[in-house]
């Protein structure tokens, strides 16, 4: 399909790109890759007066080494993350879960912040950045604000960035030594999405999970930590009863959607089985 | 890899790579949206939001006043010159058959269907204005579920035929009722072939030229010479005022034979306007427009001995029509009636069709073509035979299949294989697969309750193509013949073009042609040019489908070259001053037998059939010639298909792990082409059992209308093909040749969900019902029946792009 009109503008720093959206007002809204709001607006779904293309801000693209974090630009491309030796080295989760987004057209177009601020239950991106305590940074005219992952994603498809805001990178805590990590995607074919994701990182020592972070994708209208799995695993020994249990507790709290792809009762259950074969995965790396 | 064959060599048989792929690959050429003549005006079509409704108003009037507005038509607006959408194949005398306005007139009965349209100067301002065309709908009541839809009391599609029902059509050989009565063994099954969406890569695009009163209409159609035909019936407009061009076509796998009302109003706008319009469909508008295919329910009854041969089988079908009958609508599931039987030998057989009419998308040709639906139902219920009474699967088959010593051989359905060797397809076939080796590691599996289980399937299949012999098809009420055409012509330079009526649309036509045409004139394969496509060049032909295009455009080719050398000797003969008898013609020369040195080249002979100065007496100055090709049989591939899949049964996911093929399609013109159709086939055939469905809701709205509902497999999902032939001609064609366009379609269903099903029967299943999603195979393994995985699910509520907007 075609989509309705929409006032463009490609601001060249972000100064101008707050402006821009500043001005432009409540029905504007960033485009960088464009791979997820395109086909919105192609589909007559999303209907945005004016669109702020972020794409010739240079210094979006960029992933530096910040100390404890790595800070990824909010228009580094998937191809570029994963790819990336900083996060290889310091944000494996990040690493892994990209490398299933979608297929190689779009990672080489698609763009971290932006399937972070699309907020799709069903992306990859947001369960591995919440698992990771990641804090998003954003710009306006206001000033700057840094918003924890737990606090970014509030409903379907929606995320707390204000209209105006840009959000400029996503800050990312390093994990220190005796991490493994593990991105479990369950998806029927290669470019499908997620009908349940596990985003998982464990730190061993001594024969025993010390540390857990436990995230799911698209178990309802936001990506969600299992807490009850982190509590149960922190302190256990690696084991396959031990991960089998904390597996079990999955689903705790959750409230998956039905649609064509898998029923509530069958992504309860998978989740199960994924949480199981992530911390299995995770902790044998 | 492949390359041209060694000078002298032959062509035929040669893996050449194909001439057209450049230009098809990198999409420099023409497809139909690539040309935008002068002044181009752009349509876009207003679908209908409900499935069935009453149109009570209909006001296009804002819509014009748009900027960029051309003009812009409600259907009733074209009501007294846009006609009715033809349907060729009216398969009973009774058979209901409703009107079928190109645009909905006064009610809607599916999602998707036109009710207005308009013309603006660019897409965008025709999209835009859209949205001021104000239509108030009267809903009714939806017809969705063809059980529901034949019964007593149900809501009607068509209130004025008084039924759902368009028609029954029935075969019977045999006693059934004797085959039944006392039979050891009797199984009854009830399968469903899933609706699916056909998916050209290249999505349907018309732009129609106006010059006069005469008009050029190019298309991304399958059937040029059918539509121009079909478009001269339904508009008035009379044929020599019409040519019809398919330029490059991408592909269409049946979905572009049709005449679609998309192309009759882009005609109508033409000559209202007086200027070139266009139009080009999005993939979601396609995925509700575009005809359907499949959609069958199907109740089996099959009576065996305790040997397992098989004593009969009575075929019970409910065929979905969709909301209208279009081109060749009923005779679809009518072309599987018989394939029922497959490759074995049994006493009686009964075929019952009831198409039925729903608020649906009409459903029409899609590769196979009815053959598909009849293959899965019999190479499922061998499996479940073997497994009925122990026996291997590939042992039971043997039992009942037609030994290779009785060909030609009649089936119970009325029809005569020619030929065929299904012994040596399936020991080639097992070989390749290391049968006994995964028939180990299964057991194994089983033994150690793996939670990943192995299954194997088995498909040992045949079909009918090569359609059609025109005799056969009077006698099904098919609407015209099935012959092909082709002509030869010899320019003075001794350059061949070949034209043929066969309208190539991804299938390779211009290299094959090509092939066939060098080795019969003995002219290098750069010396010949392929034309096709459009009635202005290829007058004459009866266009691409049912796998027909070498078994019988290629035969007419085969002929026309035969008639130019016939007509070559006599003028070689005169120059030569032999007695035509005493020529030979090898390697595009004819020499004198005996006499070493004399002769005269093809190119020699053509020269001087164009300079005409020293011709015998009464001779035409010319060596073109024309063929006609009508068949006296169907062809019928065969082949052997094993595929072994894994199955998480902790998850229910199924991964392919093997697959082999071993086709027996005849003489092979070009090895290369027929892999690719086969790996094609193999990945289509595939979907069906895995991955595609068009769901509905209750309502009757399409929930599948873009590609992140509707699953489409990509390489990357697929296993690695083990692809081997065997090689028994046809008996039918001079080429010794069959077809192999659907074949790999229609083996591969049921090879993959009968391995499935193998994979679980420890778990006591013995059904999945397809496409066998992950969360199927995980219910069936709980124990649960039913056909649907998420019921009562809302499009795009689990994230992902979903089809979140309906039937927009």
């Known amino acids: ?67 404890d974090a790595l800070l990824i630009g909010a228009t580094a491309t998937h191809h570029q993350v994963m790819r990336d030796p900083l996060v290889r080295e310091h944000a494996p989760l990040i690493a892994a879960a990209t490398a299933t987004v979608a297929d190689p057209a779009v990672r080489h177009r698609g763009t971290f912040g932006g399937s972070l601020a699309h907020a799709d239950p069903a992306g990859d991106l947001p369960a591995a ?79 025993a999970i010390e540390d857990a972070r436990v995230a799911l994708t698209n178990m309802g209208p936001v990506p969600v930590r299992a807490s009850a799995v982190e509590r149960f695993i922190e302190g256990r020994t690696v084991s396959e009863n031990s991960f089998r249990s904390a597996g079990e507790r999955a689903a705790e709290g959750t409230e998956p959607p039905t649609d064509l792809h898998g029923s509530s009762e069958y992504r309860t259950h998978l989740a199960t089985v994924l949480t199981t074969r992530a911390l299995t995965a995770a902790a044998t790396v | 890899m492949t390359a041209a064959p060694e000078a002298g060599a032959p062509e035929v048989g040669a893996p050449r790579r194909r001439s057209e792929d450049a230009r098809l690959v990198t999409g420099r050429t023409r497809w139909t949206d690539n040309m935008q003549p002068a002044g181009t005006l752009h349509v876009a ?21 748009r900027p960029g507005v051309v003009a812009a038509f409600t259907g009733a607006d074209l009501a007294d010159e846009q006609g009715s959408l033809p349907c060729a194949w009216l398969v009973t005398d009774d058979i209901k058959h409703p009107d079928h306005p190109p645009m909905a007139v006064d009610e809607v009965r599916y999602a998707g269907e036109p009710v207005a349209c308009v013309v603006a100067r660019d897409r965008y301002a025709a999209f835009d204005a859209l949205e001021e065309i104000d239509v108030d709908y009267e809903p009714l009541a939806p017809v969705v579920d063809m059980d529901a839809a034949v019964e007593d009391g149900s809501p009607l599609v068509h209130e004025g ?47 129609c030229v106006p010059e006069g009163d005469e008009f050029t209409l190019y298309s991304a159609t399958q059937i040029p010479h059918i539509l121009r035909l079909m478009l001269a019936t339904v508009t008035g407009i009379p044929e020599h005022r019409l ?19 998309e192309e009759v109003i882009a005609l109508l706008l033409a000559r209202r306007l007086g200027r070139p319009v266009k139009w080009t469909e999005s993939r979601s508008e396609g995925n509700m427009a575009v005809h359907h295919g499949r959609d069958q329910i199907q109740r089996l009854t099959l009576a065996a001995d305790e040997d397992g041969r098989i004593r009969g089988l009575k075929v019970d079908l409910l065929a979905d029509m969709g909301a209208y009958l279009m081109l060749v609508t009923p005779g679809i599931p009518i072309l599987g009636a018989f394939m029922f039987n497959g490759i074995y030998k049994m006493d009686a057989y009964s075929f019952t069709c ?51 010593e009785e060909f030609p051989y009649e089936t119970v359905a009325g029809l005569t294989y020619d030929s065929g060797n299904y012994e040596a397809a399936t020991e080639r076939a097992l070989a390749l697969f290391e049968y006994d080796k995964l028939r180990a590691e299964q057991a194994d599996r089983n033994e150690r309750r793996d939670p990943v289980r192995l299954g194997i399937g088995v498909s040992t299949f045949t079909e009918m193509c090569g359609i059609a012999p025109s005799r056969v098809l009077g006698s099904l009420s098919y609407g015209a013949g099935g012959w092909e055409h082709a002509s030869v012509r010899i320019l003075p330079s001794g350059k061949v073009e070949v034209v043929t009526g066969s309208s190539a649309h991804g299938q390779g036509h211009e290299t094959a042609w090509a092939q066939i045409a060098a080795d019969r004139l003995g002219v290098p394969f750069e010396d010949v040019r392929v034309l096709h496509g459009d009635t202005a060049i290829a007058p004459k032909g009866m266009d691409t489908y049912g796998s027909r295009s070498l078994a019988v455009g290629g035969v007419a080719l085969y002929a026309a070259c035969d008639k130019v050398v016939d007509k070559a000797r006599s003028i070689a003969a005169h120059l030569l001053e032999a007695a035509e008898q005493d020529l030979e013609f090898t390697g595009g020369r004819f020499g004198v037998r005996g006499v070493a040195g004399e002769g005269a080249t093809l190119q020699e002979v053509a020269l001087a059939a164009f300079a005409a100065h020293d011709l015998p007496d009464g001779l035409e100055p010319s060596l073109d010639s024309d063929a006609t090709f009508d068949p006296d049989n169907f062809s019928f591939p065969h082949g052997t298909h094993l ?109 993959v969900v009968n391995a499935i099903v193998d994979a679980l029967r420890p778990f006591g299943v013995s059904d999945v019902p397809m496409p066998c999603t992950p969360e199927r195979v995980w219910r069936a393994l709980r124990g649960e029946r039913g056909e649907r995985g998420g019921e009562g699910a809302e499009p795009g509520a689990g994230g992902g792009l979903g089809s979140a907007g309906g039937a927009r």
């Open chain 1, 1 to 67: 399909m075609i989509p309705a009109a929409f006032e463009y503008v490609r601001p060249a720093s972000v100064e101008e790109a707050v402006a821009a959206l500043a001005e432009a007002g409540e029905d504007a809204k960033a485009i960088a890759g464009g791979q997820s709001l395109m086909p919105l607006l192609r589909l007559r779904l999303a209907y945005p007066d004016a669109l702020v293309d972020l794409e010739r801000i240079g210094e979006l693209r960029e992933i530096r080494d910040d100390g």
């Open chain 1, 129 to 207: 950045a919440l698992a990771l305590d990641a804090v998003v940074l954003a710009r306006s005219v206001r000033g700057e604000r840094r918003i924890p992952a737990a606090e970014f994603f509030v409903d379907w498809m929606t995320s707390t960035l204000e209209p105006d805001e840009v959000m400029t990178a996503v800050r990312i805590p390093k994990l220190g030594a005796g991490w493994g990590v593990h991105y479990e995607k369950f998806h029927r074919t290669a470019q499908a999405w997620a009908i349940v994701g596990v985003a998982c990182a464990v730190r061993r020592e001594r024969g």
């Open chain 2, 45 to 65: 079509f207003l679908r209908s939001p409900q499935a069935h409704a009453r149109i009570v108003r209909a006001d296009a009037e804002r819509a014009r006043e």
């Open chain 2, 161 to 207: 035929l008084g039924t759902n029902k368009s028609y029954t059509w029935v075969f019977e050989n045999g006693d059934l009722d004797a085959a039944l009565r006392d039979a050891p063994v009797v199984l009854e099954r009830r399968y469903v072939q899933q609706r699916l969406i056909p998916t050209a890569m290249e999505p349907r695009s018309v732009l």
């Open chain 2, 243 to 261: 040519r019809v061009v398919a330029p490059d076509v991408g592909g269409g796998f049946g979905s572009k034979l049709q005449v679609y009302g």
């Open chain 2, 354 to 404: 009831t198409g039925v009419f729903t608020t649906k998308t009409p459903t029409d040709a899609y590769r196979g073509a009815g053959r598909p639906e009849a293959t899965y139902a019999i190479e499922r219920l061998m499996d479940e035979l073997a497994a009925e009474l122990d026996l291997d699967p590939i042992e039971v088959r043997r039992r009942n299949w037609i030994a290779k």
């Open chain 2, 643 to 751: 595929c072994a899949a894994e199955v998480d049964t902790e998850t229910g996911m199924v991964r392919l792990r093997s697959y082999v093929a071993v086709d027996d399609v005849g003489k092979v013109v070009n090895p290369l082409i027929v892999e690719g159709q086969v790996h094609g086939g193999l990945a289509q055939g595939i979907a069906q059992a895995l991955y595609e469905e068009a769901v509905y809701d209750a309502e009757g709205n399409l929930t599948t209308t873009t590609m992140a509902d509707y699953l489409l497999p990509s390489a990357a999902d697929l296993p690695e093909f083990t692809t081997d032939r065997t090689e028994t001609p046809a008996t039918s064609n001079p080429l010794g040749v069959k077809g192999v366009g659907e074949a790999g379609t229609i083996a591969s269903t049921p090879a």
